[in-house]
């Protein structure tokens, strides 16, 4: 039920009082009643008689007046006014409700985006009656929930309508929106009932100012603690086929440090638990080396005191753990059994040897590996060089030491070199952005870099003439340079992102490939040129099938998206805070104190009339 | 029930007995003041003497209940029972009948009966008195309503040397706050009348008054006064006040 209009409300107190003036002035009609002794009567109103008769005419006046009160505040209920002392004057008010996977965390009860649709709410009580109001969804893109109303109801409705999103927020569309549905309205104001996660870019404030639109910001959300997984990955290991290496990335968004525990699990099982303490804001990697049984792989961040962090969503992540394809790599040696011996050890790695007299090119081949030969041809695929480089060579220096090593590089990924015994390496002129991984910037002994848009890695030194070959870590670091440069980390099906479009390869001739969620639910996708896109809805395993062949895919929340939940303005001032109603104590309106007055006199007309009848 | 020369009971102390019939003695042994009744040696003439005017329109019913439970008592008692029905004047009477067997004519007496005219009790005291030789107990039962006021008429039954008791009828019918158009019972006048909640409460108050002083005066004149309110079942007023103030034994 819609409020009365000032109309009405002018019609009804004329009406119900011309209706009370008529009943109480009317002469009032009279009870007909034998009395015994009328005599007596006649004695009480002469010893009181003009008295009684104002008493009388006064107690009718005074009833007149509060029936003309109890009506009038039930009219101005019906009413439903709204004092511009609960808020300022509005005209045409586009609400936008923050729904991006942010607004998941649970600092405020039950959730931030339930939070903002109460915020929201409180918003109506003031505008729907001064001005237009409509409310709109910012995920990724707008998703208008309501016209342009002014009845509280149906815009209380369409806020109880949305959901949160798993996606995450793009500003800038709101942006574009309300430009649009604002545009050549009275007085336009734009209310963002957000968290502030996602800032505002300066362009799109400025946009807002030229268009005259006031840009509002409605709070909501204090905490930033939040301990996230922002990426999980599972390689097998090139060395051991039995063996699997995870790689978790790990954040703290918080300005504490807070103990945490992590925990690897195959299938539903448990495999590895490390307890750790992340400091203020850091971002750390954690590698673990686990069985290669399974395909399915969880992990799980939990605070160790028991303390829930504000936002749960990314706090489990998931991987799938599948073969990197074959690779082809040209070995162009006279021959060296240590060297092929520790290639060999590859089992995703066909090795092709060619001696240096017969190489022309390693077209068709992912990498090319030259031991002790440098060719001066252009290089078309990632190369691997051994007592070599692509580079001048000046001279020779004697009992070169490892005494510098990047120690984060992937190339030394549990490689140890400080103690290896080298006889001679070359003194070579570097290019700028060469990198120098183990060695001194004037003796370097391990390089990478990039020539001609290829990338190659370098030892300056032959391996015969040291004891690296007797090493372990000889192979080990054959290994990481191989599968550094020929990316084949980049060639693992990396997790889906919740909220992003994503491609999958899929046999070239199919047209259509069906996609299980996480939920069980069955998806048709329609493919196109060997590929279907995917858009998850959910964290979790997924599987796609086409044309008999079935892979499994892991899609985990965009950490961007996700994990920095962290209370900011979204934009500097002069965008403001938005006001809300100001609340009465318990939740009370302006319509529910007028009706509630009624009653009260009501209740106290009742007593007088009770009164009456005791008496 | 009157003054004789044996003695025959003992009954509790109603206001406005004789002080001289009250025994000391049994006082000092029990602390209760105690009257001495005496057989009476002469046949007792008993009236009931019902108040039938206007005002007791709304009592009759209770009163008739009232009257014909005396009746029949003072019949059953081998009493020479009268009832006269009076308001300004003596209405009607009903022949003296002893015994039982006379009780159908006291009822049929009763069954005419009806509450009309004005009120006058000593007046018509004045002109039971005159035409009653033979005198006795005098029962008036009455609501006492009188505008030339109700003493007077004890006064007339008291100098006549009748033993007088008086049943007084009340009810409670007040009326609730409101426009009123009040007829008065015997002379059919109106008034109309806002009755607030102060005016009813100055007249309860006024009845109040009214029926202290009521009370008084039947104690100044030794008359015992029962005031009797016709929420009080007509049963229990017999049973239980009647008996016990030595009306009948």
């Not at chain 1, 395909?295 to 706090?315: C, F, I, M, T, W």
């Not at chain 1, 590929?531 to 997924?542: K, L, N």
């Not at chain 2, 007496?109 to 033979?134: I, M």
Request: glycine share 6%.
């Amino acid at each position: 039920m819609t409020a009365l209009s000032l109309a009405q409300l002018l019609a009804l107190l004329a009406v119900s009082w011309t209706l009370l003036l008529f009943l109480y002035l009317r002469r009032p009609e009279r009870v007909r009643r034998v009395v015994p002794y009328l005599k007596l009567w006649d004695e009480l109103v002469a010893a009181d008689g003009a008295t009684n008769r104002q008493r009388t005419a006064a107690a009718r006046s005074w009833s007149l007046l509060r029936a003309l009160a109890i009506t009038t505040l039930i009219a101005l209920a019906l009413f439903d006014p709204r004092p511009a002392a609960f808020g300022a004057t509005f005209g045409t008010t586009l609400i936008a409700i923050d729904a991006g996977a942010h607004m998941r965390a649970t600092d405020v009860s039950p959730s931030r985006f339930a939070r903002a649709q109460d915020l929201a709410r409180n918003l109506l009580a003031a505008r729907a009656r001064a001005g237009s109001v409509s409310v709109a969804l910012l995920g990724s893109a707008i998703t208008p929930l309501s016209g342009w109303s002014r009845d509280e109801r149906t815009l209380r409705d369409a806020i109880s309508r949305g959901r949160v999103s798993d996606e995450a927020t793009r500003l800038s569309a709101l942006v574009d929106y309300a430009l649009t549905t604002l545009r050549e309205r009275a007085r336009p104001e734009l209310i963002l009932v957000s968290d502030g996660a996602v800032a505002l870019a300066a362009r799109d404030l400025d946009r807002l100012r030229e268009a005259g639109i006031e840009l509002r910001q409605l709070s909501v959300g204090h905490s930033a603690r939040n301990f996230a997984i922002r990426s999980f990955a599972v390689r097998p290991l090139a060395s051991d086929a039995d063996r699997a290496e995870a790689m978790i990335e790990l954040e703290n968004t918080d300005r504490q440090p807070h103990p945490v525990e992590l925990t690897l699990l195959e299938g539903g099982t448990p495999i590895d638990v490390q307890r750790l303490t992340l400091g203020a804001r850091e971002r750390t990697q954690q590698f673990l080396r686990i069985g290669a049984s399974g395909r399915e792989y969880r992990a799980r961040v939990a605070a160790v005191n028991g303390s829930a962090d504000a936002q749960p969503l990314d706090d489990v992540a998931y991987a799938v753990l599948t073969q990197p394809p074959p690779r082809r790599a040209l070995l162009v040696s006279e021959g060296q059994r240590y060297l092929e011996t520790a290639l060999a050890l590859d089992a995703r790695l066909t090795i092709e040897r060619i001696t240096p007299n017969r190489y022309a090119h390693a077209r068709g081949y992912d990498l090319v590996i030259f031991d002790r030969f440098a060719p001066t041809t252009r290089r078309e695929v990632p190369s691997l060089w051994l007592a070599g480089g692509p580079w001048r060579v000046l001279g020779t220096v004697e009992r070169p030491f490892f005494d510098t090593l990047e120690r984060d590089d992937p190339l030394l990924r549990f490689v140890s070199l400080r103690d290896v015994n080298v006889r001679r390496s070359q003194r070579v002129e570097l290019a700028k952005a060469d990198r120098v991984v183990a060695g001194a910037r004037a003796t370097p002994l391990l390089v990478a870099g990039t020539r001609a848009g290829q990338p190659f890695v370098a030892l300056t030194f032959d391996v015969r003439e040291s004891d690296l070959v007797l090493r372990t870590a000889f192979p080990i670091l054959l290994a990481n340079a191989v599968s550094q440069l020929t990316a084949a980390e980049s060639r693992l099906e990396t997790p889906l992102l919740l909220g992003r479009s994503q491609p999958r390869a899929v046999p070239p001739d199919v047209e259509t490939a069906s996609l299980r969620g996480p939920d069980g639910r069955l998806r048709t996708l329609v493919a196109r040129k060997g590929e279907v896109w995917i858009r998850p809805g959910r964290a979790g395993f997924y599987e796609l099938s086409a044309a008999g062949v079935s892979q499994l895919l892991a899609a985990n929340p965009d950490p961007n998206a996700v994990s920095e939940i962290a209370p900011r303005r979204i934009a500097p001032p002069p965008a403001s805070e938005a006001k809300t109603v100001r609340a009465l104590p318990f939740g009370l309106t302006p319509w529910a104190l007028l009706l509630g007055a009624a009653m009260l006199l009501l209740i106290f007309e009742f007593g007088l009339a009770a009164r009456g009848w005791r008496a | 029930m009157g003054p004789g020369s044996e003695f025959a009971d003992y009954r509790d102390y109603s206001p406005g007995d004789d002080y001289r019939y009250v025994d000391w003695n049994a006082y000092a042994r029990s602390e209760r003041l105690l009257v001495r009744q005496h057989e009476q040696e002469t046949e007792l003439a008993v009236y009931a003497l019902l108040d039938c005017s206007g005002s007791m329109a709304g009592k009759l019913a209770y009163s008739l209940k009232l009257t014909a439970a005396i009746a029949y008592v003072g019949l059953l008692r081998l009493d020479l029972l009268s009832v006269v029905t009076l308001r300004d004047r003596v209405v009607a009477s009903s022949p003296p009948a002893r015994g039982l067997a006379r009780s159908r004519e006291v009822l049929e007496f009763l069954r005419g009966v009806r509450a009309e005219g004005p009120t006058d009790l000593a007046a018509g005291c004045r002109a039971f008195v005159a035409r009653t030789k033979r005198r006795g107990l005098a029962i008036l039962i009455s609501d006492l309503f009188d505008p030339a006021g109700a003493p007077a008429a004890l006064d007339v039954l008291r100098r006549a040397r009748f033993e007088t008791r008086v049943l007084r009828i009340v009810d409670a019918d007040v009326p609730a706050p409101g426009e009123y158009e009040l007829v008065d019972a015997e002379t059919q006048r109106v008034r109309r009348l806002a009755i607030t909640p102060e005016l009813l409460a100055a007249y309860r108050t006024a009845r109040e008054r009214e029926a202290e002083a009521l009370a008084r005066a039947c104690v100044e004149r030794h008359i015992p006064l029962h005031v009797l309110d016709t929420r009080t079942s007509a049963e229990d007023a017999i049973l239980r006040l009647l008996r016990r103030s030595g009306m009948f034994r």
